[in-house]
């Protein structure tokens, strides 16, 4: 054919060339498909790899995609770009379905909303800016702390610079600094870009103690005080567990340790860098007490908390029992959901370890007020949080502010692709990758971070006001409507127990608390008895 006409060189290359793949297919020995189907087999993988883009743009309805549904995403998307979120013809959720939850109404309600203004494009949200009212607001910071801080009632939760981009992080405390909200920079500790921002921060640090390391590893005292007392740093919590993967550490490849996250993290340039499961500095509950009245004062009376994923329930009355006798009191507590995310977790982590947030938060403001410590001590909460339905339930169930980090991943722009862990994130938020990270422009995306928070925090307000409330911070449990288990509708206040001041302490026989109030000791996070041992002494 080549002899007839040249032409024929292209589909002899393009033969050829399937020829040759064929030919590996057949004496590779990893994939069975294309052994037995070689070329085509390619297909299989081809549509694989598209398989989520596929669902999310063509197939997926508005309440389908996990974790946050398409309805979610686009509720972010809009109040990001200040764009109201009204939508037509009722709700699209099975109101009798056995998971539904709501927020009671009152007939008095104090107040109509008039939060829209209409343009020539369209109704779009107000830009008065509710960041500052004290309604909104909360102090944190008890009796010991020198230096309280006013938070919002939500806030940028934890991730860390390493995980998000330096453009993300930049945006991000940008917004935070317009908005009047503090941003939580993760365990990976104070970047410059955090810096430039200018925005309140919590400073978190995790068993890697990144910014206060030591050449081994361990917590160093001087570095520590030389950054806490940075002004813009408001607040340190120390990460105890993280929802999405509690009870594991990590490993920081050298090749990932940059220039810019060795500053960050105060470790080698190009050097693995491993952060364990468990803390070095201090090892039984009143250590720990120990640890957060060292970082207050070494701080100057900042807040100092710390922050968990509830797991064995003795271990957190421990903690409880360690404040009754050090008197040592954190100024705050944050109490992560299973259902937070992270960058990159363990499956199984993911899915089977650790207590959901509702019975989680619930369980930690109980025990609180069980030990008569509730009124010291404030409660944050985080773990798929993103609507003003969200922050008001969470508050019902004891939290005192809220904070959420995908649903500002949002603000930002994330697409839900959960690539965060490639390197590849498609719209530069969750990659270090320099040419992917200019797809990110700082300044429209912190504008954007802003206008989520101001627009979700109204609608927060309006919630309240639909309520008969002045304030977000009048939710109690009667306010929210949930199914528990097997039971009927009631409110939560009903569905789930609730501690009276003291009960711990005066009370013998509380179903849920007094067996594992029996197992704890200040001394230690081991149980001082067994499950059976302490159920038996409790029923005599």
């Known amino acids: 054919m080549l002899a007839v006409n040249w ?47 596929m669902r999310q743009y063509f197939f997926e309805s508005n309440l389908d995609g996990a974790p946050f549904s398409r309805e979610k995403r686009s509720l972010v998307y809009d109040r990001a770009k200040n764009i109201e979120g009204n939508k037509p013809f009722g709700t699209e959720y099975n109101v009798y379905a056995q998971d ?36 909104l607001r909360v102090t944190i910071g008890g009796p010991a702390c020198s230096q309280p801080y006013s938070a919002s009632i939500f806030s940028i939760s934890a991730m860390s610079f390493g995980s998000l981009s330096a453009n993300a992080i930049l945006a991000l405390n940008k917004g935070a600094k317009a908005g009047g909200f503090a941003h939580d920079t993760g365990e990976g500790s104070v970047s410059r870009y955090h810096r430039e921002g200018g925005g309140d921060l919590i400073w978190e640090i995790g068993s890697g103690y990144f910014g206060c390391r030591s050449e081994t590893g361990g917590f160093d005292t001087e570095k520590f005080a030389a950054q806490a007392t940075n002004p813009q740093i408001k607040m340190i919590e120390i990460k105890l567990s993280q929802g999405a993967k509690p009870g594991h550490g990590g490993v920081l490849p050298g090749a990932k340790v940059t ?50 994923c509830v797991g064995h329930k003795w271990e957190f009355m421990a903690v409880v029992k360690a404040m009754l006798e050090s008197g040592i009191r954190p100024d705050f507590i944050v109490v992560d ?37 509730r009124d010291e001590i404030k409660l944050g909460a985080s773990g798929k949080l993103i609507s003003a339905f969200d922050i008001a339930s969470a508050l019902c169930l004891g939290a005192d502010w809220v904070n959420s980090a995908r649903g500002f991943m949002l603000a930002l722009g994330c697409i839900q692709s959960q690539s965060c862990h490639t390197n590849r994130c498609p719209v530069g938020v969750a990659t270090q990758d320099a040419k992917r990270q200019k797809a990110l422009v700082v300044p429209d995306k912190a504008t954007r971070v802003a206008n989520f928070h101001r627009n979700t925090v109204k609608a927060l307000m309006d919630f309240a006001h639909a309520a008969g409330l002045e304030t977000p911070k009048g939710f109690k449990p009667e306010h929210v409507y949930v199914r528990e ?42 149980p001082v008895k067994s499950l059976a041992a302490a159920r038996e002494e409790r029923h005599g």
Request: hydrophobic share 40%; net charge negative.
């Open 337 to 373: 959901g299973t259902e937070g995310g992270t960058g990159a977790a363990p499956l199984e982590f993911t899915n089977r370890l650790g207590t959901p947030l509702r019975q989680g938060l619930a369980f930690v403001h109980n025990t609180l007020v069980g030990a008569g410590l």
């Open 485 to 526: 288990g097997n039971r009927d509708v009631m409110p939560a206040s009903a569905a789930l127990d609730w501690l009276k001041p003291d009960d711990l302490l005066t009370k013998d026989d509380i179903p849920g608390f007094t067996t594992y109030w029996a197992m704890a000791d200040a001394r230690t996070f081991e």
């Open 7 to 53: 032409h024929f060189l292209w589909p002899l290359l393009v033969f050829a060339g399937l020829s040759a793949i064929g030919i590996r297919d057949l004496i590779q020995g990893h994939h069975s498909i294309l052994r037995n189907y070689p070329v085509i087999g390619h297909f299989r993988f081809m549509f694989e790899s598209i398989r989520p883009e």
């Open 259 to 308: 220039e810019e996250i060795a500053e960050a993290r105060g470790i080698p340039v190009g050097v693995e860098c491993i952060s364990p499961a468990g803390h070095s500095a201090f090892s039984t509950p009143m250590e720990l007490m120990d640890f957060i009245g060292a970082l207050r004062e070494l701080s100057g009376g900042k807040p100092v908390g710390f922050k968990l």
């Open 100 to 135: 539904y939850a709501w927020m009671n109404h009152s007939m008095a309600p104090k107040e109509a909303a008039h939060n829209s203004e209409t343009s020539d494009s369209g109704p779009h949200l107000s830009k008065a800016d509710p960041g500052q009212d004290e309604r």
